[in-house]
């Protein structure tokens, strides 16, 4: 068994898309559409993929970034996303008993894999917060906290529109609520207009990535953006004008995802982690019936101390 770092130009993506359909291990984050518009929206970073091989045969295949600007490094997915390797064969077990594929400078997060625990990183164990979608629709609703419950009713009583997203006038203007959000929060290290660019490009040809707007009066009041796979669905990116919270928007696409999700055969509905401190944040996945559930965060011994420096 070896190991080699590939190009996305090298790649050859049937065989990709084989390991996203079929790996357990599988999320919306290590799909193509979705790491092509990182890497389209990021000139820092530029995007490979791990393989492990044994003759012709490939095994286990991890998408990850260099950083343009730091050398060895293997940033497996910018933002706090999910990655690791894609593998139907336990055979990668065994390879990374003996091997370490990994570089110096090596950061990424798994979600529910502990095949790296024993390679030799630092683990953070993170939580996030999942809606079991493998029921009816109607049992999880009754699930819902009641405030929950009627906040949803509120805004089909308010005539809450929620669709996907359809033209750059729309993206325009969930920039601009996205701007707001940053302002108000004062974000550090906002998204960039980029990002929001391919996003709305990749909805409109794709299922991997779902762009949803909440209207009222032909108003978009809130917006959301889903990644799927086609086990579970990632509750990605959202924000609502602030004089328009009343009228429950991302309620409405919630509501709308989740009945989504339990007919369309997905297992889970991932809301996402809190921040430290954010109990607020917490409260409101809480009365989603969305339970906690652990992932880890993997760095280097060198990542970590270079993190200290800085």
């Not at 065994?94 to 090596?106: A, D």
């Not at 991997?208 to 796979?229: E, H, R, T």
């Not at 996945?285 to 270079?306: D, I, T």
Request: hydrophobic share 35%; aromatic share 14%; with cysteine.
């Amino acid at each position: 068994m070896k190991n080699k770092d590939i190009t996305l130009a090298e790649l050859d993506t049937d065989l990709y898309s084989m390991f996203y359909e079929k790996s357990k291990h599988s999320t919306p984050f290590h799909s193509l559409d979705f790491l092509i518009s990182i890497t389209n929206s990021r000139e820092d970073l530029k995007l490979y993929f791990s393989v492990i091989y044994n003759n012709s045969t490939i095994y286990a295949v991890m998408p990850y970034f260099k950083s343009l600007r730091i050398p060895f490094t293997m940033l497996s997915l910018p933002y706090g996303c999910y990655g690791g390797y894609l593998y139907i064969n336990d055979i990668v077990n065994e390879y990374l008993k003996t091997k370490n594929p990994f570089k110096l400078l090596t950061n990424f997060v798994s979600y529910q894999n502990n095949i790296y625990d024993k390679v030799g990183f630092e683990v953070n164990k993170l939580s996030t917060w999942v809606i079991r979608t493998d029921i009816t629709y109607d049992i999880l609703f009754q699930s819902l906290h009641t405030k929950t419950r009627n906040q949803i009713r509120k805004s089909l009583k308010e005539n809450i529109i929620v669709s996907d997203i359809k033209n750059k006038e729309e993206l325009e203007e969930v920039k601009k609520i996205y701007q707001e959000l940053v302002r108000k929060h004062d974000i550090y290290k906002p998204y960039n207009n980029v990002l929001f660019d391919n996003l709305f490009d990749k909805s409109l040809m794709s299922e991997n990535i779902i762009f949803k707007l909440a209207k009222k009066d032909k108003q978009i009041i809130s917006y959301s953006v889903f990644l799927k796979n086609k086990n579970s669905i990632f509750y990605w990116l959202n924000a609502s004008k602030h004089e328009y919270l009343k009228f429950n928007g991302t309620n409405a696409i919630l509501n709308s995802i989740l009945k989504y999700a339990c007919e369309s055969s997905c297992q889970e509905f991932n809301m996402g982690a809190v921040p430290n401190g954010n109990y607020g944040l917490q409260h409101f996945k809480s009365r989603w019936n969305a339970e906690e559930k652990e992932y880890k965060n993997y760095s280097s011994k060198l990542y970590v101390l270079l993190r200290k420096i800085k």
